[in-house]
Structure formats: structure tokens, C-alpha cells
């Protein structure tokens, strides 16, 4: 009696382990910051729905630290960046946060701060999924000549 249950144990460990039965896949994790002291940051990575229902996702945390979804849109030919309430992430879609879209802006950075190599634990949260924790790992930001002129 005492093995049958210590097996159901490490059974339900290790379910809850395996990502839960969580529908949100996170892939390519990256927070860019322009140099070392830079004051704010840009979270990028590409989430997947595998589920048959559209999810939203409603809120980014870093503990510690300032954090929100926005979008960088070009207005009137200046690239302004808006706080985002919620992204659908359609049934079985993909939506991919890029340097001139969607990022996880993080403000406020003091030196020192999410030094370059540091991974930065963070929490997405979705109406359906849940909290899905992210591990992003801070880089420089690399130029690329599309968006030469972004701040994040
Ligand atoms: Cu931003």
C-alpha cells in the first residue's frame, strides 16, 4: 500500500511538472536592452495556443519590476508605443512578439539592473491557461536596418 502511493505521488509530481495540461506553449524568450544601463527593456517570444478555444492574454509580471504588454504602431510616421489591455491568441494560432510590434516593457531599470546574460523569471497571464511562467534571458538589442530607429 505504502508503493502504490508513493507511485500516485510522483505521478501527479510529475503531470504538474510537465507543464500542467497547459494549452500555452512559449518559445524564444528574449529581453533586449538598447546598452548596460539602459532604463527600460523589451521582452520578445512567440506564443502558441494549442487549444481549440482563442485565449487572451491579460497581463505580464516580473517581480520587482515595472512590467506591460505594448505595441509599438506607427502613427502619422512616428513610431509611438501603446499600453495593450489584452492579445487574443487565436485557437491553435501563433502570435509572435517582434521589435516593432508587441513586447513586455519593462521600465523603470536602475543601473545594474537585469544585467546582460541575467535570466529574468517572468509571468504571463491568460484568461483560460492561467499563469505560464517565462524565462527570458536579457541580450544587447541587435540593429537590424527595418527597425534602426526603435527604442524597443
Ligand atoms: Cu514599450
Redesign the pocket.
Known sequence: MQKLLSVAAILMATSAFADGNSSIKITEPTMFKAFENAR?A?GYLVISNTAAEDDLLLDVKIEGHMAMI?E?REEDGIMR?LHVDAISIPAEGVVEFVPGGF?V?VMGLKPGDLPFGETVEATLVFEIAGEVPVMFTVEPRKMDHKNQNM??
Open positions: 527600460a523589451g505594448h509599438s508605443m513586447h516593457m527604442t524597443n
